[in-house]
Nanobody, 115 residues
Framework: QVHLVDSGGGLVQPGGSLRLSCAAT????????MGWYRRAPGKERELVAR???????NYADSVKGRFTISRDNGESTVYLQMNSLKPEDTAIYYC?????????WGQGTQVTVSS
């Protein structure tokens, strides 16, 4: 079993920055993908960014150039640095870990971008 704890959300003004963190504990495979998804009010959950254990990344078009995902394999932790935040980035952000045959989710952290 794997347990994810995500944190770092909050209220920020447009143009501001936040950094999300997610720590994974438990039986973690050396081969996995960690990432962030978000669900905005009235919308479906969508991929924001993800990173493989080899360091390969991909991003949603809407966040390219503004968000950066990184990970510390030794600590099984993934980060999401969010810059130039926009009101449309407001959502609950969920950490995700996928490893062969299993998919795990954090409890979610609220990000609100508003003046």
């Amino acid at each position: 079993q794997v347990h994810l704890v995500d944190s770092g959300g909050g209220l920020v003004q447009p143009g501001g920055s936040l950094r999300l963190s997610c720590a994974a504990t438990g039986r973690i495979s050396t081969i996995n993908t960690m990432g962030w998804y978000r669900r905005a009010p009235g919308k479906e959950r969508e991929l924001v960014a993800r990173i493989t254990s080899a360091g390969n990344t991909n991003y949603a078009d809407s966040v390219k150039g503004r968000f950066t995902i990184s990970r510390d394999n030794g600590e099984s932790t993934v980060y999401l640095q969010m810059n130039s935040l926009k009101p449309e980035d407001t959502a609950i952000y969920y950490c995700n870990l996928y490893q062969p045959y299993n998919n795990y989710w954090g409890q979610g952290t609220q990000v609100t971008v508003s003046s």
